[in-house]
């Protein structure tokens, strides 16, 4: 996987687009002289943890004795699932749960709102399967991190412009390619599993 395609699949995951409403929501109870300093806040604590699981990922692998083409397949299903709800998404705000009142302080913005599971098993999956290239993956975090901050720091303006109709349809094209890159993430893990050379 090359640099542009992991910080695709990255940016994928993270889904800023399908976090606009959800986030709109969180930031309700907010004061707002402060809501960009909480947005900023709880952005940088979801890098922070992104790129602990980056740099780690690889000795919890060591830890745990998994074998690259188990992360691989592993990996697949996972991004299906989260493929899938992004096509189909839950009720009652999914992952983030009933909205509630007062400031938000990491749990649920920046986890798992931006550095949910499926990053970090997206990141310790990256580590595995090429650990020599590590500043490439590095930048191809920070970019997607940085794309993903970029959005929903403009959320406001983008909720108004684009609409709700307008980012659900948004959010579900990028459950299908996100369904597209699982499938192929998991029919290489299969493949290298049986010793076949892909086509």
Do not use: C
């Not at 995951?13 to 809501?35: C, H, Q, T, W, Y």
């Not at 993903?148 to 959010?171: K, P, Q």
């Amino acid at each position: 996987m090359s640099t542009v395609s992991a910080g695709i699949l990255l940016f994928l995951i993270m889904d800023p687009l399908g976090n606009i409403p959800v986030f709109l929501s969180l930031l309700k109870g907010v004061a707002p002289e402060r809501r960009r300093l909480v947005l900023l806040r709880e952005l940088l604590i979801a890098l922070l943890v992104l790129f602990a699981f980056l740099l780690g990922g690889q000795y919890i692998l060591k830890l745990l004795q998994l074998k690259q083409e188990s992360v691989s397949i592993a990996g697949g299903i996972i991004l299906f699932l989260i493929g899938v709800k992004m096509v189909f998404p839950p009720k009652e705000g999914g992952i983030f749960g009933h909205a509630e009142g007062g400031e938000p302080f990491i749990v649920p913005m920046a986890i798992p709102g931006v550095a949910g599971p499926s990053a970090m098993a997206a990141l310790l999956l990256l580590t595995n399967t090429q650990p020599g290239k590590l500043p490439q993956w590095a930048l191809a975090l920070f970019a997607a991190w940085l794309a993903t901050a970029l959005i929903l720091w403009s959320a406001t303006y983008l909720y108004r412009l684009l609409g709700e109709s307008v980012l659900t349809a948004i959010e579900r094209l990028m459950g299908m390619i996100l369904i597209a890159l699982s499938v192929q993430m998991l029919l290489d893990g299969i493949a290298k599993y049986l010793h076949v050379v892909p086509l």
